[in-house]
T-cell receptor
Framework: DARVTQTPRHKVTEMGQEVTMRCQPI?????VFWYRQTMMQGLELLAY????????DSGMPKDRFSAEMPDATLATLKIQPSEPRDSAVYFC???????????FGPGTRLTVT | AQSVTQLGSHVSVSEGALVLLRCNYS??????LFWYVQYPNQGLQLLLK??????LVKGINGFEAEFKKSETSFHLTKPSAHMSDAAEYFC???????????FGAGTRLTVKP
């Protein structure tokens, strides 16, 4: 049963610290998305990649967030420095071309104190 | 650009009653439409999708949705609610030519015994 995996599942850190979240997309999927979910803003698209190239990162605060795909099996989302307002659940999703349905990972719950 | 409006942030039904979750979309180009379900502390899971062809789409867990172009709607229904249907439901729209998927704010479904 192919699934998107995300690590860590939970992260508590202090303001100013660097946070790295990792995602392993489903094997063979060539598109990877990063979302942030909060009660106030709902589900927001931060960035997405196709064939490891960034296609859109307009939803991401550029000064502190960065997203990369070092290889086809790993996507990373970094926050440096982290702030309390970054507290949220971060989801990774992957998909293929075609009809664009996305398969979501279980999320990383980030708490910045 | 496309957007999604889900009418009603909370819907409560009795077990065995009809479930109707409303979704209206705005899109300048023909869209693909999706419904996702999110159970507590989990990622989003695809319920069903509309791409082309038959406008009544059947999904998992007995849900279905009908694409009505004239009404720009894609409402989700289930004839008889089950306690296990309690979750948050998201409608999403994506243009047919890229992965720029936009999600609605979500509707939390409560099922009363």
């Amino acid at each position: 049963d192919a699934r998107v995996t995300q690590t860590p599942r939970h992260k508590v850190t202090e303001m100013g610290q660097e946070v790295t979240m990792r995602c392993q997309p489903i094997l063979g999927h060539n598109t990877v998305f990063w979302y942030r979910q909060t009660m106030m803003q709902g589900l927001e698209l931060l960035a997405y990649f196709r064939n490891r190239a960034p296609l859109d990162d307009s939803g991401m605060p550029k000064d502190r967030f960065s997203a990369e795909m070092p290889d086809a099996t790993l996507a990373t989302l970094k926050i440096q420095p982290s702030e309390p307002r970054d507290s949220a659940v971060y989801f990774c999703a992957s998909g293929t071309g075609g009809v664009y349905e996305q398969y979501f990972g279980p999320g990383t719950r980030l708490t910045v104190t | 650009a496309q957007s999604v409006t889900q009418l009603g942030s909370h819907v409560s039904v009795s077990e065995g009653a009809l479930v109707l979750l409303r979704c209206n979309y705005s899109s300048s180009v023909p869209p693909y439409l999706f419904w996702y379900v999110q159970y507590p502390n989990q990622g989003l899971q695809l319920l069903l999708k509309y791409t082309t062809g038959a406008t009544l789409v059947k999904g998992i867990n007995g849900f279905e949705a009908e694409f009505k172009k004239s009404e720009t709607s894609f409402h989700l229904t289930k004839p008889s609610a089950h306690m296990s249907d309690a979750a948050e439901y998201f409608c999403a729209v994506s243009p047919i030519y890229n992965n720029d998927m936009r999600f609605g704010a979500g509707t939390r479904l409560t099922v009363k015994p």
